[in-house]
């Protein structure tokens, strides 16, 4: 046989034998059987997984709503804090415009009460002239009138 000859020079084509389809066809078995128990394997894997998640959520659970709950206030305060911080910078503003005004009037009243101070001052001793002159006038007047 001319077929035969062929085959044996490349094997790799030659129809295989019932040893070698024996031998696939366990292999083949083994490695569907190692599939199904890997797949085994992850699938409790996977339930495993699932439990120690809702464990781990009825442990967070709690904590996970005490978090939630600070972070709402901490949002709230932050929010009242962002609102005192301004009111104290108007009323800060304001402290000093008022500061300021005060000071202006104070020394206002000051030069106006140094005036008045001024003013009075130099008409008392312009009263006192005149009446230093009226006395000096009068006691000439005393010795003028008088009989000697």
Avoid: W
């Avoid at 035969?4 to 129809?15: G, I």
């Avoid at 190692?34 to 992850?42: G, L, M, W």
């Avoid at 972070?71 to 108007?90: F, G, T, Y």
């Amino acid at each position: 046989g001319g077929t035969t000859d062929y085959y044996f020079v490349c094997p790799k084509m030659a129809p295989p034998k019932e040893e070698d389809e024996s031998e696939a066809q366990r292999k083949q078995s083994e490695l569907h059987q190692r599939i199904r128990d890997r797949a085994e394997r992850v699938k409790r894997q996977q339930e495993r997984l699932e439990q120690l998640n809702e464990q781990l959520e009825k442990i967070e659970g709690p904590q996970k709503h005490t978090i939630e709950q600070l972070r709402d206030e901490i949002a709230r305060v932050d929010k009242e804090l962002n609102a005192a911080r301004q009111d104290a910078a108007a009323a800060k503003a304001k402290l000093a415009d008022s500061t300021e005004l005060f000071e202006r009037k104070t020394e206002e009243k000051r030069i106006a009460s140094d005036s008045l101070y001024t003013m009075l001052l130099d008409s008392e001793e312009g009263k006192m002239a005149k009446l230093s002159e009226m006395e000096k006038r009068f006691g000439e007047l005393r010795l003028v009138s008088k009989p000697e």
